[in-house]
């Protein structure tokens, strides 16, 4: 009899701070045995940049704050069964989402990048540009939870979550049992 395959996972950060992706290390120990039953496809975990194969589970950190971010999100949805929003960033911006709040000019992106290369305190910046090589990705205008983009599956809430509720919602969807979070392990205080 043949043993049954493991499940393909895929994980990526996108305007994200990679904390999502240390908390996934934080599994620690319990990492040899969910990789008994998982294996990684493209992640910065495993370098794998493009897929190799369709996945079952998708893991997102980060939220969308340029084009590059929107065609990759895209992307896992299209080769992943399961898309699982992992942490505040990827749920609704997080911190990078700061900048959605500048509407009092007529130019926000515009006063937001001076503020962070021209005006703002402890910068030197004698050539006063803000970069603009076109190799880098556009910027959005704001900064988009990855609902706003593609359908989501699940969401793992927290600043980074637990490597306990990671490892829990994961074993849980393999096993499909998951049901949810309990009131108390979502207390952040
Ligand atoms: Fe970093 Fe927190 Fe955002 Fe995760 S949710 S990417 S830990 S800032």
């Given at each position: 009899?043949?043993?049954?395959?493991?499940?393909?996972?895929?994980?990526v950060?996108l305007?994200?701070?990679?904390?999502?992706?240390?908390?996934?290390?934080?599994?620690?120990?319990?990492?040899?045995?969910?990789?008994?039953?998982?294996?990684?496809?493209?992640?910065?975990?495993?370098?794998?940049?493009t897929?190799?194969?369709?996945?079952?589970?998708?893991?997102?950190?980060?939220?969308c704050c340029n084009e590059e971010n929107v065609h990759t999100l895209i992307d896992f949805r299209k080769n992943?069964?399961?898309?699982?929003?992992?942490?505040?960033?990827?749920?609704?911006?997080?911190?990078?989402?700061?900048?959605?709040?500048?509407?009092?000019?007529?130019?926000?992106?515009?006063?937001?990048?001076?503020?962070?290369?021209?005006?703002?305190?402890?910068?030197?910046?004698?050539?006063?540009?803000?970069?603009?090589?076109?190799?880098?990705p556009l910027?959005l205008?704001?900064?988009y939870?990855c609902?706003?983009i593609v359908?989501?599956?699940?969401?793992?809430?927290?600043?980074?979550?637990?490597?306990?509720?990671?490892?829990?919602?994961?074993?849980?969807?393999?096993?499909?049992?998951?049901?949810?979070?309990?009131?108390?392990?979502?207390?952040?205080?």
């Amino acid at each position: 009899m043949t043993e049954p395959r493991k499940a393909r996972v895929a994980t990526v950060s996108l305007a994200g701070c990679f904390g999502c992706h240390m908390a996934i290390l934080d599994i620690d120990e319990r990492l040899i045995a969910l990789m008994e039953r998982v294996e990684f496809d493209r992640s910065p975990l495993t370098d794998i940049k493009t897929f190799t194969r369709r996945c079952d589970i998708g893991i997102i950190e980060g939220g969308c704050c340029n084009e590059e971010n929107v065609h990759t999100l895209i992307d896992f949805r299209k080769n992943c069964d399961v898309l699982i929003a992992l942490g505040q960033c990827a749920i609704m911006g997080g911190l990078p989402a700061m900048r959605n709040a500048i509407m009092h000019s007529q130019e926000p992106l515009r006063e937001c990048l001076e503020e962070a290369y021209i005006s703002g305190p402890y910068l030197r910046n004698t050539t006063r540009l803000i970069p603009n090589d076109p190799v880098l990705p556009l910027i959005l205008d704001k900064v988009y939870p990855c609902s706003e983009i593609v359908d989501i599956d699940y969401q793992i809430p927290g600043c980074a979550p637990s490597g306990d509720i990671i490892f829990s919602t994961l074993v849980a969807l393999l096993d499909g049992k998951f049901k949810g979070f309990e009131r108390e392990t979502l207390r952040f205080d």
